[in-house]
């Protein structure tokens, strides 16, 4: 191979370089092992890392070779992978004119693109933008090679970005089936093509991965596509935050495409029909996956860090799809990892659960089993394990996770019995920085219809300071010198930009301190609850110096937490108007900030019932036009208050404020004078009221008079206006 090919290799080393890292090591990184676990009162035994045994338990047959792309095939598919990543095209049908050029040109090539480490890329763009035709190709040029293909570095990508793109077209066929032709053929691609659905092309791949699945599921590749494979014949959504860590490593390149179709995105991001044969097959591929394992193999593979995700998603989706009763069957897994009925410390399953609790790998099974387990098997094991250990389970920072599943299964009762048990100890929770099994507490609390009083009180005393709550502790914030927006307008890549400009959230920064996120999550959870909780943060801000609630403001952390406190519901009309008067005098400057701008936009919202207080925001923003609309961000803020309406067509921008505040008590500025002068403004109550005085009066003053003046009357009363009194006598 000549050298500059050695030379794109060596610069593609780092492409999927995170795939050596399963999910598993990726999301337990967040969980490190706690070096001082014995001293928050854990008595046990962790198990053993997993037997590397296992790697080789399933040895892989002698991976064929097909070939290698030449230099001119390299630079003509690298071109085209770069003409894809810029979507350098006029219109959708110039593109769909260049992928069908390229797939004429990777016909036959297809295993070596897959497989090509400069240029599997362009296979996972082509597969993206591809109809479900081109799909159905690549199928077919797969087939036979799957299972080598699983265990590829480069082409595991591919293989599973072909099945997420081909899932929702087996939706798509079962809800509306091709139109075939009476001799078998469908007027495809070509007229000479043979009608394959996609449901058979996915059973025959399934067919291909016989007596091959436990070698993938511990494969370091093979395991990541094995898992999209079953999410997809289940029919759970492809696109979730709940799943997607169990997809691909946290680090994961992504390999995206502009002006990509969306429809099969959205449809991904659902719930699937799927066909009937697809559940068949899933319950098959269950118990094949763990078929001729004991109950000590199968445990084994708990603490694999690849075959630990697939465990969990093949628990979870044997209880969720074919009923919690499989848990009786002797074949089952969940049997099979618990087979003690009942569960207790002294039996092997109670000390397989007591050693996976601690474990950075093997907690997230415990979290699956609690979550899915049948009710039964959950009592039996919160009663064994959990009731009385909470608190020392809480303080660990891999068992914390586990007792928030806990916490979400327990019922009204057993939930009153958890908060008696962490209320003593939440401040050392939050000392330690455990925010989130408070924040689950106060959460499931919420739900349950627990009072949470005794909560914000061990709250307050854990960051009282020498006037009361000290708020600006618990969120972590840190008073900094303002800076005065020198680098307030930095531009931005265009995605932030229209993220931003948009009002959409975006994700906290990774340079962020992770307990100043976390304890500002928890801030936002409190406000979302009524009473003690929401008071103590509403009561927190409203005391702070307004210059320290503009630093605050522009926080990109804490920032969340302020916009949070004017959009919860639980805010008195007099604590959210207390909150938005501190801000009087720097909303202009708010409006210019990338992230207090957000919080200006959030005031709309907190100025419901406030219509008053309203428009003296609004007065402030026009005092400060020229500089909005030289920001992006005082544009955006210029856009979402309307202040165009309100500078051109004033009296209509105070009309629709006042429906919208839901309050007509407040009047506007123009209205003011007008009160003086008129004796104040009525509201819709009053008006009624004299419409139907004035009614009654018309029809009164009609039942007098009789027949001959009804149409004098017809007039008063369309009017709404009271006949002359002098009538009254005739």
């Given amino acids: 191979m000549p050298q500059e090919n050695n030379k794109k290799r060596n610069q593609r080393t780092k492409r999927k370089h995170a795939d050596e890292e399963d999910p598993a090591t990726q999301e337990s990184s967040k969980r490190r092992k706690s070096t001082d676990a014995a001293t928050d009162g854990a008595d046990h035994q962790p198990l053993h890392v997993h037997d590397e ?23 003509y598919f690298k071109r085209a992978d770069d003409m894809l990543e810029t979507n350098a095209f006029g219109d959708a049908e110039e593109r ?29 763009r082509l597969i993206q933008l591809s109809n479900a035709s081109q799909l159905k190709q690549l199928f077919q040029a797969f087939s036979g090679n799957f299972v080598h293909l699983f265990s590829h570095r480069f082409a595991s990508h591919c293989c599973q970005a072909l099945f997420l793109r081909a899932a929702p077209t087996v939706t798509e066929e079962l809800l509306a089936p091709a139109v075939k032709s009476t001799n078998g053929i469908q007027d495809a691609s070509s007229p ?65 495409v502009p002006g990509a179709d969306q429809a099969s995105g ?35 593979l708990a603490t694999h860090p690849n075959a630990n995700p697939t465990l969990q998603l093949l628990l979870k989706l044997e209880l969720s799809h074919f009923g919690k009763q499989r848990a009786k069957d002797e074949a089952s897994i969940v049997r099979k990892l618990l087979p003690d009925d009942p569960i207790t410390a002294d039996n092997g399953s109670g000390a397989f659960i007591s050693g996976l609790i601690y474990d950075s790998v093997g907690s997230h099974l415990v979290e699956q089993i609690v979550r899915y387990a049948p009710g039964k098997m959950f009592k039996s094991l919160n009663k064994e394990f959990f009731k009385e250990k909470l608190a020392s389970f809480a303080r660990n920072e891999i068992a914390g996770y586990v007792v928030c599943r806990v916490l979400e299964r327990m019922s009204k009762d057993d939930l009153f019995e958890a908060h008696e048990v962490l209320i003593p100890a939440l401040p050392d929770l939050l000392q330690r920085n455990r925010t989130m099994v408070v924040r689950i507490l106060i959460e499931r609390c919420a739900i349950r219809d627990l009072d949470t009083q005794l909560v914000a009180v061990q709250i307050e005393s854990a960051f009282r300071g020498p006037a009361g709550f000290d708020v600006k502790s618990f969120l972590k914030f840190e008073q900094a010198p303002d800076t005065d927006g020198e680098t307030r307008d930095k531009p931005h890549d265009s995605a932030q930009n229209s993220a931003e400009e948009s009002g959409e959230p975006t994700s906290f920064s990774r340079s962020a301190e992770p307990s100043k996120v976390h304890f500002n999550l928890l801030g936002q959870a409190m406000l979302l609850v009524p009473g003690s909780l929401s008071g103590l943060l509403l009561d927190g801000f409203i005391e702070l110096d307004p210059l320290v609630l503009l630093q605050m403001s522009k926080d990109f952390v804490v920032t969340r937490t302020l916009q949070a406190a004017f959009k919860t519901r639980n805010a008195s009309i007099i604590e959210r108007r207390k909150l938005v008067q501190r801000f009087y005098g720097n909303i202009g400057e708010m409006a210019l900030d990338k992230s207090a701008s957000h919080v200006v936009d959030c005031i709309w919202d907190g100025t419901h019932g406030l219509a008053f207080i309203r428009e003296r925001i609004a007065e402030e923003l026009a005092e400060n036009e020229a500089q909005l609309r030289n920001s992006q961000y005082g544009r955006a803020v210029w856009k979402n208050w309307k202040m165009d309406l309100y500078k051109r067509k004033r009296p209509e921008w105070i009309r629709q404020s006042k429906v919208k505040a839901s309050n007509d008590g407040f009047q506007s500025f123009s209205e003011l004078d007008l009160n003086k002068k008129e004796g104040g403004i009525k509201t819709p ?32 009363i369309t009017t709404g206006e009271a006949a002359p009194a002098a009538t009254a006598s005739a």
Wanted: charged share 30%; proline share 3%; aromatic share 6%.
């Fill in 53 to 75: 045994s296992l790697d080789s338990a399933f040895p892989t047959a002698d991976r064929p070779f097909f070939g290698m792309l030449d230099e001119d095939e390299q630079e």
């Fill in 96 to 124: 769909g004119l260049f992928l069908s050029n390229v797939y004429r040109e990777a016909q036959g090539k297809e295993l070596k693109i897959a497989q090509s480490q400069s240029c599997s890329r362009l296979m996972e």
């Fill in 192 to 256: 000479d093509d043979i009608y394959v659905s996609m449901e058979n092309l996915f059973l025959h791949t399934l067919v291909e991965l016989e007596g091959s699945v436990g070698y993938l599921m511990t494969g370091q590749y093979a395991s990541h596509v094995l898992r999209v494979l079953l999410l997809v014949l289940s029919g759970e959504p492809l696109d979730q935050d709940s799943t997607k860590h169990l997809l691909q490593s946290r680090k994961k390149e992504t390999v995206t």
């Fill in 266 to 300: 959205e449809i991904a991001e659902k719930s699937r029909s799927v066909p009937k044969s697809f559940t068949e097959a899933l319950e098959k591929l269950i118990a094949e996956s763990v078929a001729g394992l004991d109950t000590e193999q199968l445990r084994a």
């Fill in 685 to 716: 109550l009053q008006l009624a009221r004299e419409r139907h005085t004035a009614q009654r009066a018309a029809k009164e003053k009609n039942d007098r008079r009789g027949p001959s003046t009804g149409s004098n009357n017809v007039t008063s």
